[in-house]
Each structure stands twice: as C-alpha cells, then as structure tokens.
C-alpha cells in the first residue's frame, strides 16, 4: 500500500539551512507527484511545493527564493531544503500524494 | 496566485444536524484540459488531513456518503447531510488547477 513518511532535525537555528527527506513506498515517483505542505502550530495548511513525475516543479510564491524540492528515485526519497530560516517556519512539516499523507514531521526553528 | 475564502471559518453544529461549507476562489478552477481541480480535506485534532472529496464532487474511498461536494467555476460546497462526532475537526478546500496551488483558510467543525 502506499507510505509516505518524513524524517528530518526536530530543531534548526534561525538563518541555517532546512533539509527533510520523505521517503516513499508503494508507487514510483516517476509515475506519481509528491507536494510538501506545512501547518504552523495552531495555523491552517500551507501548500510548499511539488516534484511531479517528470521531474519539474512548482513552488509557492512567498516560498520560492528560499525553497528547492528534489529526489532521487532509485531511494523512493524526496527531499525538501529551505534556506534562511526564521522562526515562522515553526511548523508541522508534510509531503503527501493526493490522498495519501505523511504523519508528518515538526521543525522548531530556534537558537 | 489563487485564493480561496472559506466560510465559515467556524461551524456550530449537532449531531445529527446537516451543514454545509463554502469555498469561494478568487479565478475560476476550471482546467483546459476539463476537469476542475478542487478538493475537500478533513484534518482531525493530532493527525494528518485526510482527503474526502476529489475533483469536486467525487467521493474519497472510505469516505462515508453523508459527505458530498459540489459547485462549478469558483462556487463550491461541501456539504455533511448528519454530522457525526468523529467528524469534527477542521474542513479544507484545496485547489490544484493554478499553479501555486492554494488552500483555504480553513472551517472548524465543532459540537454545539
């Protein structure tokens, strides 16, 4: 059946680099998009990006200067780097593939 | 970029009682290609979103049938012909025909 499941540091330092990696099973990435979207604590959700199939990708606006997403599929992973943190990417952090999410990781952005 | 207003953004309800959620966007979601990219996500308290409805109107599996989206163009609703307990939490439209895609702001469902 199909997984997704995010991994990533629970706490990053303000201005450093974001890297969380989402790996997949049950579907190839070459078959199927990945998105990334995150929830500030007590916010709505936030839609980050997306990987389709073929490789190309789609950022949010406010997001796209900092926000890269990429993968490799011979490791099933997708990976997601935000640079220049600040503490309002406080948030849950998801990838997900229509209906199926990951349970999602929390990032603290604090010094 | 597409934004999407739900209303409202908190629903008092009984068990029992129908609701129904709206979803307004800011430019059509009608694709080239002739479908519309509008969905509907329920996210419990502690847990991931979970889609329910999918272009529009069709059902997610698993998803109970008291649950049933419609609209066209920018109009769209989400409606709950019961509530039940295990449906509160907070409702979610989402559109992916315009990229960036974009959610609304979020309805809360809770127990009057």
């Known amino acids: 059946q199909v997984q997704l499941k995010e991994s990533g540091p629970g706490l990053v330092k303000p201005s450093e680099t974001l890297s969380l990696t989402c790996t997949v099973s049950?579907?190839?990435?070459?078959?199927?998009?990945v998105s990334w979207v995150r929830q500030p604590p007590g916010k709505g959700l936030e839609w980050m990006g997306v990987?389709?199939?073929?490789?190309?990708?789609a950022y949010n606006s406010a997001l796209k200067s900092r926000l890269s997403i990429s993968r490799d599929t011979s490791k099933s992973q997708v990976f997601l780097k935000m640079s220049s943190l600040k503490t309002e990417d406080t948030a849950t952090y998801y990838c997900?593939?229509?209906?199926?999410w990951g349970q999602g990781v929390m990032v603290t952005v604090s010094s | 970029d597409v934004v999407l207003t739900q209303t409202p953004s908190i629903l008092s309800a009984t068990i029992g009682q129908s609701v129904s959620i709206s979803c307004r966007s800011s430019?059509?979601?009608?694709?080239?290609?002739?479908?519309?990219?509008l969905y509907w996500f329920l996210q419990r308290p502690g847990q991931s979103p979970q889609r329910l409805i999918y272009?529009?109107?069709n059902l997610g599996s698993g998803v109970p049938n008291r649950f049933s989206g419609s609209g066209s163009g920018t109009d769209f609703t989400l409606k709950i012909s019961g509530v039940e307990a295990e449906d509160l939490g907070v409702y979610y439209c989402?559109?992916?025909?315009?990229?960036?895609?974009?959610f609304g702001g979020g309805t809360k469902l809770e127990l009057k």
């Open positions: 989402m559109q992916a025909t315009h990229a960036p895609w974009t």
């Open positions: 049950g579907f190839s990435l070459t078959s199927y998009h």
């Open positions: 430019q059509s979601l009608l694709d080239s290609d002739g479908n519309t990219y």
């Open positions: 990987i389709w199939g073929d490789g190309s990708t």
């Open positions: 997900a593939r229509g209906r199926d």
């Open positions: 272009l529009v109107s």
